[in-house]
């Protein structure tokens, strides 16, 4: 699988591309040379034949047919190996001369040139041999042909050709080669910097892309990309500490107010006057739950993943979170399941894990019609421990699935009933310090109350011993590309 994705990278197929052009390059080079070169080295044989069939010529004008048939004879004594090729006959092919006793056959063309084998059909007693000659008529009706032993011309022709072919397969293999280590060591730095990203993404934001001090065109990504997430973190800080610092400043004069007005509450005799106080106190309170809550997101986000991590019973812990929250459910008359595998365990801390369980349960039962459905479930899938909370109620449209764990933000539906729109941003603080993931869905999809599933996905207890080790190994081996930030957190 790591090769096929190797092979689909940009920077792969751009290697692939030069590979063929490089190489169509060679083979249109090496062509030219074969041209070229058996080019040059026939029109050598041709001459050599010429200058031969001048030489007769010559002989023939100055001594007869009796001068040609002595000098071809004296030719073929000469020469044992037979390089030269010569055939003397009458016009009715009556040998008179030569090494060859009968006409070749074989295509002939206009300038009388002809390529044929010396074989047992034109009175060859050697091994089969290719030849080239030249025939053409002499005054008096004879017939001469003289040629040249090609054959090894025509296998150094074949040696050319298979190194030409050798030549680019080899050319192609290193081309091949050269582009996937190209595309290799590319890839290896994309993929420093994908991975680094994702885990700037998983929460841990004082991380940076690491840099060759190269100064190449990815150190130059890298450090924009660098500077981009100082930024990032830098304004997200701000907003941070401006919220917590409301919450913080406000907190104790809210506290101050709503103990005065419980005060007033007790002193008040007048029913009307002791009902708008009443209510008073309930505001405040609501206020102060506000602010606590934006406190403990704050405590959690800056705490990280240095939470007390031990050995906790999922089921058992859910278990206690339904007792204490049962009742609550009775009182609108909803039906509430529970299927809890036993077993499950999970390593972390088991007060943040019942903050998170308590509020996911807490908000089934609150956004829940009267006589509705609950169904709490905790069952172990491979080496995930799996904690999910079904309802029947309005449920969560499915754009709106990824906002609602940003603080303050509540669904339209959910506008007119209690709460603060904090309790999934402090459930997904919780599970994030688990190395949990939140999925939501609907748990009757297609209806018009389609309610919502909240399935939380843990580590089990060996798996997250694993993944607290990988993340504590990751983070050192990152150390050097680290860059502290205005106020370091690993959340979001």
């Known amino acids: 699988m790591k090769l096929l994705s190797q092979l689909r990278t940009s920077t792969f197929q751009l290697a692939l591309l030069y590979m063929v052009v490089f190489a169509t390059s060679v083979f249109l080079l090496l062509a030219f040379i074969y041209w070229r070169t058996a080019g040059f080295m026939t029109a050598q044989t041709d001459q050599t034949i010429e200058a031969e069939i001048a030489g007769l010529a010559e002989q023939y004008r100055g001594r007869g047919v009796n001068g040609l048939i002595t000098i071809i004879r004296e030719r073929v004594a000469r020469d044992p190996n037979a390089k030269s090729i010569y055939l003397l006959t009458t016009d009715d092919f009556l040998k008179l001369a030569g090494n060859i006793e009968a006409w070749p056959e074989g295509s002939r063309s206009e300038s009388g040139w002809i390529n044929f084998t010396l074989n047992e059909s034109v009175g060859w007693t050697g091994p089969e041999r290719l030849a080239r000659a030249r025939i053409f008529e002499v005054q008096g009706g004879l017939r001469l042909l ?235 899938e491979g080496n995930e421990a799996i904690f999910e909370v079904q309802d029947s109620g309005i449920g969560i449209p499915d754009d709106e699935k990824d906002q609602v764990f940003q603080r303050f933000y509540r669904v339209g539906k959910s506008r007119s009933l209690p709460g603060n729109g904090l309790g999934l941003s402090l459930v997904s603080a919780v599970a994030e310090i688990h190395q949990g993931r939140i999925v939501l869905s609907d748990t009757y999809p297609g209806e018009e109350s389609p309610g919502l599933t909240v399935t939380v996905r843990m580590p089990a207890f060996t798996a997250a011993r694993k993944r607290i080790k990988a993340t504590q190994a990751e983070s050192g081996e990152a150390a050097g590309a680290e860059t502290k930030t205005p106020a370091e957190t690993s959340g979001h």
Not at 195 to 205: A, C, D, E, P, Q
Not at 252 to 273: F, G, K, S, Y
């Open 146 to 380: 003289v040629g040249r032993d090609v054959d090894e011309l025509t296998n150094l022709k074949r040696v050319i050709e298979t190194a030409i072919n050798w030549g680019m397969g080899i050319t192609l293999a290193l081309a091949l080669l050269g582009g996937f280590l190209m595309s290799r060591s590319t890839t290896r730095r994309i993929e420093v910097i994908n991975n680094t990203s994702r885990r700037i993404m998983n929460g841990h934001l004082s991380l940076r892309i690491p840099t060759r001090g190269t100064d190449d065109d990815f150190d130059q990504l890298a450090e924009n990309l660098n500077q981009m997430l100082d930024r990032i973190v830098y304004l997200m800080e701000g907003i941070r500490h401006v919220s917590d610092s409301i919450a913080h400043d406000l907190r104790t004069p809210l506290t101050r107010l709503r103990n005065q007005l419980e005060n007033t509450l007790i002193t008040v005799n007048d029913d009307e006057a002791r009902e708008h106080v009443g209510q008073a106190v309930a505001e405040a309170d609501q206020l102060l739950a506000t602010f606590n809550a934006l406190l403990r997101i704050a405590r959690l986000e800056t705490r990280g993943n240095a939470a007390d991590m031990k050995a906790v019973s999922l089921d058992e812990l859910v278990s206690d979170a339904c007792e204490l929250y049962e009742a609550l459910a009775e009182d609108k008359e909803q039906n509430f399941e529970q299927s809890l595998a036993k077993g499950v365990m999970i390593e972390g801390d088991r007060d943040l894990l019942f903050q998170m369980v308590s509020n996911l349960i807490d908000n089934a039962i609150k956004y829940t019609p009267e006589k509705g459905r609950i169904g709490i479930v905790v069952r172990l």
